[in-house]
């Protein structure tokens, strides 16, 4: 079975300033997606980024970056000029080609934005 | 695009009664959808695949008895909790795949059981 590790649970970053979530996962599969997503207060998941593994290349989307480490098998998000509206819980998640196409989701964390 | 639509987004019922949570794909055709539940400050957990025009795929420990899931038409998917208890309370989110728009989740249902 797949796992999904996100072992910071809180997390807090000053306004502007550059933040990392770290995410580590457990599988077989060569082949396989990861994930970021984040949950604001209103509960709706909302995709930040996406990252194929076998692009070596780390996917990149304006403030949001990824760290994708194959061989280590982790996948950490780095957010840059942090803002208020990034305060959120975030998700690591895994989707393997096998399987039915599900998510593998970690405990999450959640991150605080300070004005 | 690629809008899934939720409802209801709030809903309290009695103990014992049953509640239905509908999952609707606005702008495209849904072959499968997934339903998740989600405690507070917890994860996602899948509870079950919704596949259109056949039974649903559980995940070992949750009741299909309990929670039944049709998905008759390729843009809705209906969850059902029958005979509703407080330890039902959660709150349910469903999801699709939207093609070249990836996967997306509907704005999810809070149920409380009372």
């Known amino acids: 079975a797949q796992t999904v590790t996100q072992s910071q649970p809180e997390m807090s970053v000053q306004e502007a300033e550059t933040v990392t979530l770290s995410c580590t996962y457990d599988?077989?599969?060569?082949?396989?997606?990861l994930f970021w997503y984040k949950q604001p207060p209103s509960r709706q998941m909302i995709l930040v980024i996406r990252?194929?593994?076998?692009?070596?290349q780390n996917a990149t989307e304006n403030r949001f970056s990824v760290n994708f480490q194959k061989a280590a098998k982790s996948f950490s998000l780095k957010i840059s000029d942090s803002q208020l509206g990034d305060t959120a819980m975030y998700f690591c998640?895994?989707?393997?080609?096998?399987?039915?196409?599900?998510?593998?989701f970690g405990t999450g964390t959640s991150l605080t934005v300070i004005p | 695009g690629a809008v899934v639509s939720q409802h209801p987004s709030w809903v309290i019922c009695k103990s014992g009664t049953s509640v239905k949570i509908e999952c609707r794909s606005l702008?495209?055709?849904?072959?499968?959808m997934f339903w998740y539940r989600q405690f507070p400050k917890q994860s996602l957990m899948l509870m079950a695949t919704?596949?259109?025009?056949?039974?649903?795929?559980?995940e070992q420990g949750v009741e299909k008895d309990k929670f039944l899931i049709n998905h008759a038409s390729l843009t809705l998917s209906t969850l059902t909790v029958t005979s509703a208890h407080p330890e039902d309370s959660s709150f349910y989110i469903c999801?699709?795949?939207?093609?070249?728009?990836?996967?997306?989740f509907g704005s999810g249902t809070r149920l409380t059981v009372v």
């Open positions: 999801s699709a795949y939207a093609g070249t728009y990836g996967y997306t």
């Open positions: 599988t077989s599969e060569s082949n396989y997606y």
């Open positions: 990252q194929e593994a076998y692009k070596q």
């Open positions: 998640a895994f989707m393997g080609r096998v399987g039915g196409n599900q998510f593998y």
């Open positions: 702008d495209f055709q849904a072959t499968t």
């Open positions: 919704s596949n259109e025009g056949s039974k649903a795929t559980y």
